[in-house]
């Protein structure tokens, strides 16, 4: 159970071109899921939370205009990088928290590698 | 401002050398306390939830436990197959936020 998935799982764009990175939640439902971002040997960054049915709460520095999240569904949400840069270039990983359960713990995507050239 | 440390940064123990891993946190009110286990490439994989000091919470060779200002991650008699970074996170009660503080992690390396 509580499986979350990712797609693509990895993607190179050319650098002004858009990508969409989709995260699901195959057996649970989730109101809430996050979206972060790692650099190679670096922890996670949280880089905003996603709420079904409402706008996205950003981290301090997050571009929202730069990175749309939409999440119109109980098991989906889209995470779309905008105006790409090879600077944009990470490994981005989504996570979805149960809704039905009481707890916090959040389950985690496989991950999506971006490269931007 | 919630803080989560973990040590060591890297250990390396040999097959069958167990060990601990720590993670200390500051927090106004603990939710929970998470630990998960990361392979590289990957998405973190859920371990273990704990709540409150003095629960404890076993899965294979793995213990984890909690007391008001850490928690400690046990590795008993690991294999090589127990390599991997691993996270802990804590969330806090209120603060009108669901997300999670994680540390920076440990990575653990077992050679056979």
């Known amino acids: 159970g509580a499986v979350v998935s990712q797609h693509p799982s990895r993607v190179i764009c050319k650098s002004g071109t858009s990508v969409k990175i989709e995260c699901r939640s195959l057996?649970?439902?989730?109101?809430?899921m996050f979206w972060y971002r790692q650099f190679p040997k670096k922890s996670l960054m949280l880089m905003a939370t996603?709420?079904?049915?409402?706008?996205?709460?950003?981290e301090q520095g997050v571009e929202k205009d730069k990175f749309l999240i939409n999440h119109a569904s109980l098991t989906l949400s889209t995470l779309t990088v905008t105006s790409a840069h090879p600077e944009d270039s990470s490994f981005y990983i989504c996570?979805?928290?149960?809704?039905?359960?009481?707890?916090?713990?959040?389950?985690f995507g496989p991950g999506t590698r971006l490269t931007v050239t | 401002e919630d803080q989560v440390t973990q040590s060591p940064e890297a250990l390396r123990l040999q097959e069958g050398e167990s060990s601990s891993l720590n993670c200390s946190y500051t927090?106004?009110?603990?939710?929970?306390l998470f630990w998960y286990r990361q392979d590289p490439g990957k998405g973190p994989e859920f371990l273990f939830t704990?709540?409150?000091a003095g629960e404890e919470k076993e899965k294979e060779r793995l213990k984890a436990t909690l007391t008001k200002k850490e928690s400690f991650l046990h590795i008993t008699a690991p294999k090589p197959e127990d390599s991997a970074t691993y996270l802990c996170?804590?969330?806090?009660?209120?603060?009108?936020?669901?997300?999670?503080?994680f540390g920076k992690g440990t990575k653990l390396t077992v050679n056979p």
């Open positions: 996570s979805a928290r149960d809704s039905q359960r009481g707890s916090y713990e959040q389950y």
């Open positions: 057996d649970f439902q989730a109101t809430t």
């Open positions: 996603s709420n079904e049915g409402s706008k996205a709460t950003y």
């Open positions: 927090v106004s009110g603990l939710r929970g």
């Open positions: 704990l709540y409150s």
């Open positions: 996170a804590v969330k806090r009660v209120g603060g009108g936020s669901e997300k999670l503080v």
